[in-house]
């Protein structure tokens, strides 16, 4: 078999569509977000920073409620950056540009919806 029918990170640095479901009935919704893959480029290479910077922290004797709060930033950070286009999304009747800062409130302010794009983002079937 030819290895290049499996090249997640060629792949996951295109991206793929996310169509969002309901969070209640899982009905899919007119709304969709594309994100890239853990096997991206940048996926890895934000993971690696952190990997260090995580080290230089426990060597600095940094305590565990500000590496935790640093891995919270991470991960919003993470799902941040790996969100590179949607459609449908829409807040208060308007229809919101997939901005880094819009990224960031709807990912805040709607958990289920952050919780479906980290899945999609972890799942390698979506980049195949």
Request: hydrophobic share 35%; proline share 2%; with cysteine.
């Amino acid at each position: 078999m030819d290895l290049n029918k499996l090249d997640l990170t060629k792949s996951s640095n295109e991206g793929a569509w996310v169509d969002l479901k309901h969070p209640a009935t899982a009905e899919k919704l007119p709304m969709k977000i594309k994100v890239i893959g853990k096997d991206s480029d940048k996926f890895i290479e934000m993971s690696e920073k952190y990997s260090r910077s995580n080290l230089d922290d426990l060597k600095s004797n940094k305590t565990f409620e500000q590496r935790l709060e640093k891995s919270k930033e991470y991960g919003d950070q993470l799902l941040i950056n790996c969100t590179i286009a949607w459609e449908g999304i829409e807040l208060d009747g308007k229809k919101l540009d997939c901005t880094p800062e819009n990224v960031k409130l709807v990912y805040k302010r709607f958990n289920w919806i952050r919780e479906q794009v980290d899945t999609a983002i972890a799942d390698r079937a979506n980049f195949l």
